[in-house]
């Protein structure tokens, strides 16, 4: 049975290619996802598929190699129709996909489960599936686990492309800084006399309503002669306004840091159960106000505990806490385990998210990108490792109120 199209097919659509991430190269991110994905849910085959128009598209997979199948044949089709995971214990009994090719064949899929890839702004792009040969189930623990896995993928991706369009921001206010003395130049100097001469015809013209034809004749002559000024000048406003708008930027707001991290903590709480991982969850007590993008803070410190759990053995330990250093602080700790086994973050962190992080290729992408946002928020990122205590991690933002004080300063300074 062919899917329907969802209702919001075209919005849809435009989100997802927004992204720019149809028919890019693999990214040991999404690999990694699928793999864990595959591994907590006891399936042969784990994907990352996105729908698009009349196909869907493997960004990640294990246990097949094709890159993409047609989407009239699709069983992600089906799940983004819906808001949360769908399970389907045995294709073979199900009128959706009884008739399925890919279920008639002989090894074909006879189990299937897919959580919908929802962005934030609520449109379902495609899904993280797992599916097996042979019907069965997945247990509470296993769905859990397979929904953090795909808000992980979701917040992946729109973690790149904020930090992409910070790049582009970052540029043109660094444009606007080198051409700030030409502006400088051209209100002050240039265009002053001009403007100035014009002033004075008008407030004649209005208060005599005679034409003064020997002003006029001056005022055309300096109008032409500094008309490309006036154009500048426009330009350069009309860029001002534009530079830093848009629907990637982020948003900013007075926000609590302690809410945040728990929110963090209890989204990647279910993958960190299926390794047997103990979060100990320190992030309470008193609110710490920052100025912050809700949504964006929330994507990159899970995205950060993410990491830990990823690169911790099964037994580990990791502490998470909000405290107060030079300014709110989260910290995250991965703890050394018994018997001299160490977690494996501290290179991962170092090389992705300290030592030149835009410079790093391959597996550590995803905290590159983290580190650039965090970046934009101004907050100040250390790393310690030491054995018996493990791999310590510290991200301290400015003040609410310091941060405000600065905003507005720099308003009137504008």
């Known amino acids: 049975m062919q899917a329907p199209l ?102 074909g899929i006879r189990f299937y489960a897919g959580a919908p890839l929802i962005t934030t702004d609520g449109y379902a792009l495609g899904t993280l599936c797992v599916m097996d040969k042979n019907p ?42 080198r051409r700030k003395d030409d502006l400088a130049g051209l209100v002050g100097g240039e265009l002053r006399a001009p403007l100035r001469l014009i002033s004075a015809y008008l407030d004649k013209l209005g208060s005599t309503g005679f034409h003064d034809a020997e002003m006029a004749e001056l005022v055309g002559r300096a109008t032409a002669g500094h008309i490309r000024g006036f154009l500048d000048l426009l330009q350069h406003l009309t860029t001002m306004a534009e530079a830093g708008l848009g629907s990637e930027s982020l948003h900013m707001r007075q926000i609590d840091l302690t809410r945040i991290t728990q929110r963090a903590v209890e989204s990647v709480r279910p993958i960190a159960a299926t390794k047997q991982i103990w979060i100990l969850n320190q992030a309470g007590g008193p609110a710490l106000p920052i100025i912050a993008d809700p949504v964006r803070l929330e994507q990159v410190l899970t995205h950060l505990l993410f990491a830990a759990v990823k690169y911790t053995p099964s037994g580990g330990r990791v502490r998470v806490g909000t405290e107060i250093e030079s300014g709110p602080t989260v910290r995250v700790d991965d703890m050394d ?70 905003r507005i300063a720099d308003l009137l300074a504008a």
């Open 136 to 177: 069965r189930n997945l247990d509470m623990e296993q769905q859990q686990a397979l929904r953090a896995l795909a808000r992980q993928v979701t917040s992946q991706m729109e973690l790149r492309r904020h930090a992409i369009a910070l790049a582009n921001t970052t540029a043109r206010l660094q444009e606007l800084e």
């Open 6 to 107: 969802p209702d919001n097919e075209i919005d849809r659509l435009a989100a997802l290619y927004a992204l720019d991430i149809l028919d890019s190269a693999p990214e040991q991110d999404f690999d990694d996802i699928v793999a864990l994905a595959a591994k907590v849910c006891g399936t042969p085959v784990a994907l990352v598929t996105l729908v698009d128009t009349d196909r869907q598209w493997f960004k990640a997979r294990v246990g097949t190699d094709l890159t993409e199948t047609s989407r009239d044949l699709s069983f992600c089709a089906h799940a983004i129709l819906g808001r949360d995971l769908l399970v389907v214990p045995d294709t073979a009994k199900d009128a959706r996909f009884s008739d399925n090719p890919s279920v008639d064949m002989d090894g």
């Open 337 to 406: 385990m018994p018997h001299g086994l160490r977690p494996d973050l501290f290179p991962h962190l170092y090389y992705g998210a300290i030592a030149n992080p835009s410079e790093i290729p391959g597996p550590d992408r995803g905290l590159a990108v983290a580190k650039k946002i965090l970046d934009a928020h101004h907050a100040t990122v250390a790393l310690s490792d030491r054995p018996g205590d493990g791999t310590s991690l510290h991200v301290v933002f400015p003040f609410a109120e310091a941060t405000s004080a600065e």
